[in-house]
């Protein structure tokens, strides 16, 4: 794995470029705007329910043009999925309560992809080159036993990333650069034009997890199973049409 150094001299001056940073009232999301302004960056605050399409997208064409994009918003399991709360002896089924983790799905996947979508949306609108940058969290990679639908989320980002990462790189000639990253479970702001890392965050350690993934796939997916899937794959790329 390759480990990183980042340091605050390390980010470029930012000054003409604007963000917008879902989850940015506190937390994680506020210590990144901080950084962003303290950079010189342009950071619009406003409210905004992410899980209300028709807000995003108001806030999408509110913020105008747009050079970074960081979807972070996310919240952790409101209940404990393996609680014994479900007597199926009851004879009415409807006596029995949905559980209330769709929450957790609907901000940190559904919202999360419809920030991306519509990210990508403002970028190719303006003809204009952009950073994605989606918030995952360490338990993407390694689930967290307490937090089984928090940690399947996160997973679930990743997954969003990494299929998305090929088709913004192949998108068609003249088209804007975009690139797409997660970082687990903090931001992160640098220089680099990367596309499709994931860089997981542990105290002040900072390990990028998606390119050794890459190389030894292989390994954990097997030769034949790699090549067939490429194969599978390229018969069902609809980018050109």
């Known amino acids: 794995m390759t480990s990183l150094n980042f340091a605050l001299d390390n980010i470029p001056d930012l000054t003409g470029k604007k963000v917008l940073i879902t989850g940015a009232s506190s937390g994680i999301g506020l210590a990144t ?16 329910d992410i899980c209300k399409w028709y807000q995003l997208v108001s806030a999408f064409q509110h913020a105008g043009i747009l050079d970074i994009v960081i979807s972070n918003a996310g919240i952790i399991d409101q209940s404990q999925y393996l609680a014994d709360d479900i007597d199926l002896s009851l004879d009415a089924a409807d006596k029995i309560p949905e559980p209330t983790y769709y929450p957790v799905l609907d901000i940190n996947i559904r919202a999360t992809m419809n920030v991306t979508k519509l990210a990508i949306a403002s970028f190719r609108n303006h003809s204009r080159d952009g950073s994605i940058v989606l918030l995952s969290s360490a338990a993407g990679y390694w689930s967290e036993q307490s937090l089984p639908v928090y ?12 299929a998305l990462r090929s088709g913004l790189r192949s998108s068609a000639k003249g088209s804007p650069n975009i690139t797409i990253n997660a970082v687990a479970p903090g931001a992160t702001i640098t220089a680099l034009r990367w596309n499709g890392r994931g860089i997981v965050t542990i105290g002040d350690t900072y390990v990028e997890v998606e390119g050794p993934l890459r190389e030894t796939r292989q390994t954990w997916f097997g030769e034949k199973s ?16």
């Not at 940690?151 to 990494?162: E, H, I, P, T």
């Open 151 to 162: 940690s399947a989320s996160k997973a679930a980002v990743l997954g969003f990333m990494r």
């Open 226 to 241: 790699e090549e067939l899937t490429r194969m599978q794959q390229g018969a069902m790329d609809v980018t050109d049409i």
């Open 33 to 48: 705007a901080r950084i962003f302004v303290q950079k010189g960056a342009a950071i619009e605050y406003r409210n905004c």
